[in-house]
């Protein structure tokens, strides 16, 4: 299939970062949206796992070619249970002060990946042996890879939409305390949400660092990573299963020529506060559950849309209720 | 009747103000018991620290006669243990019929049951339906009026079967055409076995619908008694009007 849509390098290679940036805003909603907490600082664990991979690499002996790719699951699932025990601590604040408490996370795992330097090489880097396949088609594996990643976050998400692990996240989005008080275990499933998420950009670090081939600390572990897939979170939909899909095949492409055209400048970043700011004024809810309700697939008088925007107008998109 | 609710020496300090002080009384099984006070005289804060939402300086408290140190809202839900808040809290985002379902008490290995199950359906409608709610279980909760608010959270308290409802202040807000709605409602519950500790301002409502009546001042009890005899108990009177 992907032949028919790209086949030259750079068309894959925009692909392979539009499909992950899917991945990581899917990722991001598990906790961000579907939880309602602001987490910012998710590129810490993108950058654990693309030095998991590295390291793994270099000094653990994989192997080269296609074998790699075995480490995916393992990084995911370590990053995730070590994650556990920051997660309970970070999940004891809310709102405002969760968002900050998140970057600092970011940047203490970058001021580590700078400081210990027999691990990272520091400040100038990691050089992750370059996978052997062919020029023609180097990016097919890592395409690949990316969309199995892509496919398996969608999954996890279908799964927590559907359960009850969904609806209790989402209680603790709308009034974590009356969620408390109704006996819902807000602790557990703010856990589970965390970890699993962080996991899953582990996850994906871990491909892109197979890919990119080289690391160091500013760019492996950059904000803008995990700021981006929030935006498409938010542009796309935090509701809808594909909202953050959608949000990623607008912004993605969109970023990739932004950076190419403008990078040095940081001009681009720009566009991006300016894009944010619209998505919150002109589409609180984001593309997919804006467009369902018009094409009139929820039924009039149902969908959460009413209460989404009067949390926008009154501010506490992100807060939660304080006690009565 | 047996005592349900025991709190004991209840202490709690917001900076310099002493919201309870040293608040002790007692909830009887199957009684509707009141408690009411003057504005600021920690009725609310008596709810808080209860049910575990803000932590006690000191004081203890015993539910079906067993201690419950360092009370969880969670925990204490489990137990039978439940409450309302004053601005009826509800998800908004999520159904009618989700938020009554959020009320049962589901182990943690039904997290990855399905959302709404099919017997979580029909109880759901069923309790919707008591409350004259039923055909707005698909209707975001966000969107329901005031007073169908409070009949919701009412109602989604209710989905656990709990042993202790607290309630506050369920007449405050609503037309009174909804306030003998909740009463009949209370009435009923009340019928079917579950005790309530209200606290409300609306005397009328008060009267007519508990016994014992606890009166509150400054953070600890001055009266507690049948409604007419605290009604003319010139320390209640005092309280509410004196300086």
Redesign the interface.
């Known amino acids: 299939m992907l032949p028919l849509i790209a086949s030259q390098h750079w068309q894959v290679n925009l692909l392979v970062f539009t499909v992950m940036y899917a991945g990581l805003a899917a990722a991001w909603n598990l906790l961000g949206g579907y939880a309602g907490y602001p987490a910012l600082g998710h590129t810490a664990f993108f950058g654990v796992g693309a030095y998991a991979m590295a390291i793994g690499t270099i000094h653990l002996g994989v192997g080269a070619g296609y074998r790699p790719f075995l480490l995916i699951a393992p990084i995911a699932v370590g990053t995730a249970v070590v994650v556990l025990p920051i997660a309970r601590l970070l999940l004891r604040t809310r709102a405002a002060a969760f968002a900050v408490l998140t970057i600092t996370l970011l940047f203490m795992v970058q001021t580590l990946a700078y400081n210990i330097r027999s691990l990272t090489g520091g400040s100038s880097g990691l050089i992750v042996p370059i996978a052997p396949f062919p020029v023609a088609t180097f990016e097919r594996p890592f395409y690949y890879a990316m969309a199995a990643l892509l496919a398996l976050t969608l999954a996890v998400c279908w799964?927590v939409?559907?359960?009850?692990?969904?609806?209790?996240l989402?209680?603790v989005?709308?009034?974590e305390?009356?969620?408390?008080?109704?006996?819902?275990?807000?602790e557990?499933?703010k856990l589970?949400a965390f970890a699993v998420s962080a996991g899953l950009f582990a996850a994906f670090g871990a491909v892109w660092a197979y890919y990119v081939g080289f690391l160091y600390p500013g760019f492996a572990i950059d904000p803008l990573l995990a700021l981006g897939a929030v935006l498409m979170a938010f542009l796309g939909g935090r509701?809808a299963l594909w909202g953050p899909v959608v949000g990623a095949a607008l912004i993605g492409p969109a970023q990739q020529y932004f950076a190419y055209r403008f990078g040095a400048s940081q001009l681009y970043l720009l566009a991006y506060a300016a894009l944010f700011l619209l998505v919150i004024y002109l589409l609180p809810e984001g593309i997919v559950p804006t467009l369902a309700r018009r094409l009139g697939r929820l039924?009039p008088?149902?969908?959460?849309g009413?209460?989404?925007r009067?949390?926008v107008a009154t501010g506490s998109i992100f807060s939660a209720?304080d006690?009565? | 009747m047996s005592v349900l609710l025991a709190v004991q020496g209840l202490t709690k300090s917001f900076g310099g103000v002493r919201a309870l002080d040293g608040c002790s009384f007692e909830v009887a099984e199957g009684s509707v018991t009141a408690l009411i006070g003057p504005n600021g005289s920690g009725k609310?804060t008596a709810f808080?620290v209860i049910?575990g939402?803000?932590p006690a300086d000191a004081g203890s408290l015993a539910f079906r006669g067993r201690p419950v140190r360092r009370p969880?809202?969670?925990r204490l839900?489990?137990l039978g243990l439940?409450?309302t808040?004053?601005?009826a809290?509800?998800?908004?985002?999520?159904?009618a019929a989700?938020n009554v379902?959020?009320?049962?008490?589901?182990p943690?290995h039904?997290?990855?049951?399905?959302?709404?199950a099919g017997p979580d359906r029909r109880r759901a409608e069923a309790l919707l339906g008591e409350f004259g709610l039923a055909a707005h279980a698909?209707?975001?909760?966000?969107?329901l009026s005031y007073g169908q608010r409070k009949l919701l959270e009412l109602a989604?308290?209710l989905m656990?079967e709990p042993a202790l409802v607290l309630l506050?202040e369920p007449a405050a807000g609503i037309n009174p055409v909804m306030v003998k709605t909740i009463e009949d409602h209370i009435r009923r519950m009340h019928a079917r076995g579950v005790t309530f500790l209200v606290v409300e301002h609306e005397m009328k409502f008060v009267m007519r619908l508990c016994d014992p009546v606890i009166v509150l001042d400054r953070g600890r009890p001055i009266a507690c008694d049948a409604p007419r005899k605290v009604q003319n108990d010139p320390r209640v009177l005092d309280a509410y009007l004196g300086d």
Not at chain 1, 301 to 304: E, I, K, L, Q, Y
């Open positions: 799964v939409r559907t359960s009850k692990l969904g609806l209790a989402n209680a989005r709308d009034d305390d009356r969620a408390r008080g109704l006996g819902v275990q807000t557990l499933v589970v509701r039924r008088g149902s969908g959460p009413k209460a989404v009067d949390q209720g006690l009565g | 609310t808080n049910t939402y803000q969880d809202p969670c839900q489990r439940s409450r808040f004053q601005q809290r509800v998800f908004p985002g999520l159904t989700e379902i959020l009320g049962r008490n589901e943690w039904a997290l990855l049951r399905r959302r709404v698909d209707t975001a909760a966000g969107r989604s308290v656990a506050d």
